[in-house]
C-alpha cells in the first residue's frame, strides 16, 4: 500500500528556535497533504491543508505565520514551527491523500513528536 | 472536537469480551472510517465504511453507519490485551476530502 513518512521521528529544540517536519509519500504523488497535532491523550486536530504549489489553508485558531507550511512538490509537504514555545510541544501527524477511482484513501505518516524545551 | 464526540471516553474490560465504541457526527460525509493508536504512536486504519453502507465487517471488527442519526458504531469482538489502545472515528466530509478525527475512546484490555 501507499506509504507516507515523516521526518523526523522526534526533535528537541530550544524554546525561540525553528523547526521544520518532513512529510513524503514515497511511492504516490500527493496535491494535498494535511498537518494535524495531537496533545497527549486527546485527538488529532487538523492543523491545515497543504495544496501542492499554493497556499496552505488553514483551520480557525491556527496562526499560519507560526506554522507555516511548504508544499512544493508532489511528494513533499513540510511544516515549520516557527519561534517553538513549550506549549508547542506536541505530536505532529501529516497524511497525504491518493485518488482511487471516485473516492480518496488518506494515509498518514508515523508523526513527529517534537519537545520544546 | 472539530467533528463529533465519541463515547465512551474511556472503556475498560477483561479479555475475551466484546468492546463498543460510538461515534457521533456533524455534518454530511464522504466515508467514516476508524483508526487504532497505540501510545505514543502513529495511527494505525482499522476499517472504511462509505456513506451508503450501513455495516462492514473486518476479522473481530464491526462497523455500523446510521446517516440518519450521524452516528457509528466500532464493536471488537473477543477482545485480547493487544487490542489496548485508543480508537477514533475519523470522516471525510462531503464535497471534499478533508479528514475529521473524533474525540477517541481509550480501551482498556484487561488480561
Known amino acids: 500500500g501507499a506509504v507516507v513518512s515523516q521526518h523526523p521521528s522526534w526533535v528537541i529544540c530550544k524554546s525561540g528556535t525553528s523547526v521544520k517536519i518532513e512529510c513524503r509519500s514515497l511511492d504516490f504523488q500527493a496535491t494535498t497533504m494535511f498537518w494535524y497535532r495531537q496533545f497527549p491523550k486527546q485527538s488529532l486536530m487538523l492543523m491545515a491543508t497543504s495544496n501542492e504549489g499554493s497556499k496552505a489553508t488553514y483551520e480557525q485558531g491556527v496562526e499560519k505565520d507560526k506554522f507555516l507550511i511548504n508544499h512544493a512538490s508532489l511528494t513533499l509537504s513540510t511544516l515549520t514551527v516557527t519561534s517553538a514555545h513549550p506549549e508547542d510541544s506536541s505530536f505532529y501527524i501529516c497524511?497525504?491523500?491518493?485518488?482511487?477511482?471516485?473516492?480518496?484513501?488518506?494515509?498518514f505518516g508515523p508523526g513527529t513528536r517534537l519537545t520544546v524545551t | 472536537s472539530q467533528q463529533g464526540e465519541e463515547d465512551p471516553q474511556a472503556l475498560s474490560i477483561q479479555e475475551g469480551e466484546n468492546a463498543t465504541m460510538n461515534c457521533s457526527y456533524k455534518?454530511?460525509?464522504?466515508?467514516l472510517q476508524w483508526y487504532r493508536q497505540n501510545s505514543g504512536r502513529g495511527l494505525v486504519h482499522l476499517i472504511l465504511?462509505?456513506?451508503?453502507?450501513r455495516e462492514k465487517h473486518s476479522g473481530r471488527l464491526r462497523v455500523t453507519l446510521d446517516t440518519s442519526k450521524k452516528s457509528s458504531s466500532l464493536l471488537i469482538t473477543a477482545s485480547r490485551a493487544a487490542d489496548t489502545a485508543s480508537y477514533f472515528c475519523a470522516t471525510v466530509l462531503t464535497g471534499g476530502f478533508k479528514t475529521i478525527f473524533g474525540a477517541g475512546t481509550r480501551l482498556f484490555v484487561k488480561a
Open positions: 465504511i462509505r456513506s451508503n453502507e
Open positions: 497524511s497525504a491523500n491518493l485518488r482511487q477511482a471516485l473516492n480518496y484513501e488518506q494515509y
Open positions: 455534518t454530511s460525509i464522504n466515508n
